[in-house]
């Protein structure tokens, strides 16, 4: 499993990572969310050592990344998938890979149809690629060693709808069969769909952390209104804490049923009233990094 406790980095007196700690277990899919500059690709770097740490630690299946013996054959990285030789086709690419992990040679035939590269595609130098080429070539290096953990940063980038979605059926399956994932995206939506523990993170520090499900169901109840003022002054007046959302949402700290009934004694008509959940990743992304998000703001040199 992915182990990160106190960590913290800091350049020129900044923190980009600022006493960062949570887990990312075996057999399931940890999401990995903030907003630019909020730390992520920092804690990633670290995590796999390209950036040392101030303080803190950072493990991999119970150890540094640098102290594993062939990290390959045990932690599959995907950091920035322009990061290739451009020089060299993508079988080249990873025929070379699996030399330095002491794989056979077959092992890149074998990735290149597992990431669906065509022939002709494996053979062309990787300059020409698209970015969803370099995406899925990328991921064919990061399994090459059969790894039981994946560190992914934003591996859907360049990706059309089909690819994401195999994508995800792949690091479904991977968490299935008992593998770890750490997935770092913007794509919020693939982020609902696949992950099972969601890390969020903000300037550097963690906003939020837990299960899709437990965080989700905390976030209460999604309710609008024309009349969303006086619901909200009826709302407080029992006691229920809430939160506006847009010009006519709130975010309200109780069970539907509830604010129904609130609403309906109070003469305020409805136009949606669900659980928040429903409302799906996004919004309470938003909610949680509202005080944190940065315009393209940048996690320090290394990021």
Not at 16 to 19: I, L, N
Not at 90 to 100: F, S
Not at 150 to 163: K, Q
């Given at each position: 499993m992915i182990d990160v406790t106190a960590l913290t980095r800091t350049y020129a007196g900044h923190r980009?990572?600022?006493?960062v700690t949570f887990t990312a277990l075996p057999g399931r899919v940890t999401g990995f969310l903030g907003p630019n500059g909020a730390g992520k690709?920092?804690?990633m770097r670290v995590l796999v050592g390209l950036t040392p740490a101030t303080s803190g630690s950072a493990t991999v299946l119970g150890r540094r990344y640098a102290d594993l013996p062939n990290p390959g054959r045990e932690v599959g990285v995907l950091l920035d998938a322009s990061a290739q030789h451009a020089g060299r086709t993508?079988?080249?690419?990873?025929?070379?890979?699996?030399?330095?992990m002491g794989l056979p040679a077959r092992r890149a035939d074998e990735m290149v149809e597992r990431v669906s590269l065509t022939g002709p595609e494996a053979r062309r130098r990787v300059k020409n690629y698209s970015l969803g080429m370099r995406q899925r070539l990328g991921i064919a290096t990061a399994l090459l060693g059969d790894p039981e953990v994946?560190?992914?940063?934003?591996?859907?980038?360049?990706?059309?709808?089909?690819?994401?979605r195999w994508m995800r059926d792949l690091l479904r399956g991977f968490a299935d069969d008992g593998g770890t994932v750490l997935l770092s995206?913007?794509?919020?939506h693939e982020i609902e769909v696949v992950a099972d523990d969601l890390v969020v993170i903000g300037?550097?520090?963690i906003v939020a952390q837990g299960s899709k499900a437990e965080l989700l169901t905390a976030a209460g109840t999604l309710v609008r209104s024309p009349g969303v003022a006086a619901l909200a002054q009826a709302l407080e007046a029992e006691g229920v804490h809430v939160a506006p959302v847009g010009p006519d949402g709130l975010r309200v700290e109780a069970d539907p049923d509830l604010v129904g009934r609130i609403a309906l004694a109070s003469a305020t008509p409805l136009t949606e009233l669900r659980a928040a959940d429903g409302a799906g990743l996004e919004e309470m992304f938003l909610e949680l990094t509202a005080d944190t998000a940065r315009e393209s703001a940048p996690e320090g040199v290394a990021a």
């Open positions: 980009a990572v600022d006493d690709s920092t804690t993508g079988l080249e690419t990873l025929r070379i890979a699996a030399r330095t994946l560190i992914l940063d934003e591996p859907a980038n360049g990706l059309d709808p089909a690819g994401i995206s913007h794509l919020l300037q550097g520090r």
